[in-house]
């Protein structure tokens, strides 16, 4: 599947069946049938005999779901109040453009703009505090309370407006990279001549705590983990060096610890020499920071080896997500290179 | 007229306050067809004629009426170029930082040889995890925030000058109910109820010479609106601005209602002429709200008012949320009905229409 599809593809934690269900087709068409399921989390596993006999068994994760927003009530003029679906920094939200619902067959999502009361009337304090997200709305033009709730049901899902634009030298403006870039990647490894017992594992909620992988690992048990990410880059403005985590367009960023889990010394060492022999774009990430799915392999029935390699995002989390391609082929190539190796 | 098409249109031209060039040459061609001439100034106004379709009874020369509405826009500039490649923002009229993070925006870069690219950018801060408790419950200033190209520095440095334009991105977007976003709705939207106007017009009689107006720097003074006003010497002036329509933060009697345009009243505008505008209304159905200016309007009318030996103005608000941010949401039903508005004030503007003004 395209990388522009998956990104501009609507998935909030918990309402991911749109990325599920295309995911699953591909899987489907990769591998066949009999070897692709939807778990009881709603997780996509998919998976391939190895080429080697008594091989440990790896399991290749990364999530489908998004950060966003939820409708969850109406003010008397029709503006929907909603709550965010994972970690947003509701300074992001002013002046932007959402979609309000799922494309699907039949329905089309409704426009939605967030908007905040102009320059001109605002106080010297409303200028200096933040907007909370209880002070935010999204405004989908409705002229009252009945007509927003009859077009916007309670719980409805909200994802960012951010058409997939390639600018600058390589690199990509988007929403979701984080982690449709995973999927991407995992997608493209279903063709891999791999060597392991290996599952691929599209996994759900993992913005809200990791939910689906927690119960993908204890199905599966794997001896090693491998985990594709977006992870926050910090290096553009004043960022003194030893707080940028991470750099776009240096490389898959290979991380020997975070908030989540530590990678196996071996396995890191691993992939750092394969990343290395192989002449593939990489860096360490800097410093502990951020938490992913590494926690929920790690730690699942009497653990696993585990790895997070991570493609760096710039502004992670907003309708404005800033990654390399460089790093997107990084992350696919050492992965492909660790299976085939 | 398509209204959404035109806002498409406008919300797709650059203009900031001075650097008019782009969008007048784009809005001079949408009054060619309607109008007798029109023609762009050295400010960049454009100045678009309807002459009279009758004549006075004694022949004497048709009274001139000046209709307003500005076409610049706030934007940012280029401030400085940091050692990592990334652009510091200045404003060019009133830009709200807050809603700048994560925006994405259009650099004008000058380059070495002043041939002007368009490269697209995205407004980054420090991530929330690195700012101090204090800071994190703190809006970002525009000092905090840049530009990020995705280039590197040598390459930014390459195209990139102080001083080079840097303009908003927010297409126009169809709500639910004839709703519409988008960026500059402040005030091309208004440019929309004078091109409304001017096609209603070409059905209809008037004895007035008609000067349309899509003016220029009105977001750093009215000085765009200021020379028109000489070069055209108009009898009376109609200014077209928007105005702040209710939403759940608004304090009474600062807003009006989104849905229909409003009149401003006040010692800036002549009220017979307001009467007369009033009254227009109610005879053809316009919806129209009020509002009031206790002195400047913040709009073309403040100098207008005061153009040669003065003119008496009146002015018609278009309401609109969110304003001076890249949603300024609004109803396209008003723009229409501005423009209706304003084609039956023209064409019933009779030969004593000045007669009774001053007692």
Known sequence: MELKNLCEMQGISGREELVRMAVYHECVEVLGEKNVTIDRMGNVIAHKKGTRRNAPSVLLCAHMDEVGLMAISYTDDGLLRVRAIGGIDSRVLVSKRVKVGYFTPDHEPLNGVIGAMAIHQQTAEDRKSVLPIDQLYVDIGAKDQDEAKAKVPEGTPITFDTPYTPFGDGMLLCKAADDRVGCYNLLRLLHAKTKYDTHFVFTCQEEVGCRGATGAAFRLQPDIALVLEGTTANDMGDIPEAQRVCLAGKGVAISFMDNASIAHPALFQEMMALAEASGIPHQVKMSVSGGNEGGAMQRAGSGAKTCVLSVPCRYIHSPSTVCSFTDIEAQYQLCKAYLEK | ?359
């Open chain 2, 1 to 359: 007229m398509d209204i959404f098409a035109y806002l498409e249109g406008m919300a797709a031209q650059h203009g900031p306050s001075g650097q008019e060039a782009q969008v007048s040459a784009w809005l001079a061609e949408r009054f060619k067809p309607l109008c007798d001439s029109v023609t762009i100034d050295s400010l960049y106004n454009v100045i678009a004629l309807k002459k009279a379709t009758r004549p006075t009874s004694d022949g004497s020369p048709a009274p001139k009426v000046m209709l307003s509405a500005h076409q610049d826009e706030i934007a940012l500039m280029v401030a400085d170029v940091l050692p990592d490649g990334t652009l510091r923002m200045g404003s060019v009229g009133g830009v709200d930082p807050r809603i700048l993070p994560a925006s994405t925006v259009m650099v004008h870069a000058s380059g070495e040889t002043g041939q002007i690219r368009q490269m697209l950018g995205v407004v980054g801060a420090t991530p929330p995890h690195l700012l101090s408790e204090a800071d994190r419950g703190h809006n970002y200033k525009r000092e905090d925030l840049f530009v990020d190209l995705g280039m590197e520095t040598e390459a930014v440095k390459k195209l990139v000058q102080i001083g080079d334009l840097i303009t908003l991105q927010g297409p126009a977007t169809r709500l639910l109910n004839d709703r519409a976003a988008s960026k500059t709705m402040d005030d091309r939207a208004c440019v929309g109820s004078l091109l409304c106007a001017a096609e209603k017009l070409q059905t209809m009689n008037h004895l007035c010479d008609i000067y349309f107006v899509a003016s220029t720097q009105e977001e750093v003074g009215a000085w765009g609106a200021y020379t028109a006003a000489y070069t055209v010497d108009p009898d009376l002036a109609v200014v077209l601005d928007v105005t702040h329509a209710t939403i759940p933060a608004s304090k009474p009697d600062t807003t009006v209602p989104l849905d229909a345009p409003a009149a401003t009243y006040g010692p800036f505008v002549q009220h017979k002429l307001l009467d007369r505008l009033k009254k227009t209304a109610k005879d053809y159905g316009v919806a129209l709200n009020t509002e009031y200016a206790t002195s400047r309007t913040g709009t073309d009318t403040d100098l207008i008012q005061i153009a040669r030996e003065g003119v008496p103005c009146v002015l018609i608000d278009l309401p609109l949320k969110y304003m001076h941010t890249t949603v300024e949401l609004l109803d396209m039903h008003a723009i229409s009905e501005c423009g209706r508005l304003l084609a039956h004030f023209l064409s019933g503007l009779t030969e004593d229409w000045g007669a009774e003004l001053w007692n």
